[in-house]
């Protein structure tokens, strides 16, 4: 399974672009990335995914290099409410369950 | 509305007893996953399933037993021979067989375990 290597912490002006960076070198082909947050004491909340292609959504935008060893998520106007835990997930294919294989993730805050 | 409701909120367990997590979702999904959580730590797999009747160990299975009797439902027993229950208890549930849509897991929020 693939590992995700993220920076601990961040921190971002309120109203800036929030760069959330990782490292996923050991991926496979097959292997999507997927980007949740979590609040305290909350469940995980979906962001975005992504196989090769960069993706937007109305939360964010993924970056996914060239030779797909590395990503980043896109926050680009960062609010109070956006600070949260970060994880860059690797999911497992279907036919080893699809399970998200969660790292440490990146504690964003984001400061006015 | 649509989602996933995993009751109580908040759970004490006595040395040596059994204790049983509900996770109960009104997506239609097929797949259910049970996650635990440690402080400051990401989450680690249970069990999940993927049909009803049918379940796979994850990371940490040992001492959790899990049951699927019904699509909507997938508890988590926390048995006695779990010697490190506390953590917060998360499950999720997701569309399988879409893998070329690759949907997303959804959370619910959660259960925290104390020893009392």
């Known amino acids: 399974d693939a590992k995700t290597t993220q920076p601990p912490s961040m921190d971002c002006a309120e109203g800036r672009a929030a760069n959330l960076p990782c490292n996923h070198s050991?991926?496979?082909?097959?292997?999507?990335v997927y980007w949740y947050r979590q609040i305290h004491s909350q469940g995980p909340q979906y962001i975005i995914h992504?196989?090769?292609n960069n993706e937007t959504n109305e939360m964010a935008s993924l970056i996914i290099t060239e030779d797909r060893k590395s990503s980043t998520l896109i926050l680009p106007h960062a609010t109070l409410r956006d600070t949260a835990v970060y994880y860059c997930?690797?999911?497992?294919?279907?036919?080893?369950?699809?399970?998200?294989?969660f790292g440490q993730g990146t504690e964003l805050s984001v400061k006015p | 509305d649509g989602g996933i409701t995993q009751s109580p909120k908040y759970l004490f367990r006595k040395e040596g007893q059994n204790v049983t997590l509900s996770c109960e979702q009104n997506?239609?999904?097929?797949?259910m996953y049970w996650y635990r959580q440690d402080p400051g730590q990401g989450l680690r797999l249970i069990y999940y399933?993927?049909?009803?009747?049918?379940?796979q160990k994850g990371d940490i299975a040992e001492g959790y037993s899990v049951s699927r009797e019904k699509k909507e439902s997938f508890p988590l027993t926390v048995t006695s021979a779990q010697k490190n229950p506390t953590a917060f208890y998360l499950c999720?549930?997701?569309?399988?067989?879409?893998?070329?849509?690759?949907?997303?897991?959804?959370f619910g929020d959660g259960t925290r375990l104390s020893i009392l």
């Open positions: 399933s993927q049909i009803v009747n049918d379940f």
């Open positions: 050991t991926i496979s082909g097959n292997e999507y």
């Open positions: 997930i690797v999911r497992a294919p279907y036919n080893q369950g699809g399970k998200l294989i």
């Open positions: 997506l239609n999904h097929d797949a």
């Open positions: 992504g196989l090769k």
């Open positions: 999720a549930s997701r569309m399988p067989g879409q893998d070329l849509l690759n949907q997303p897991q959804h």
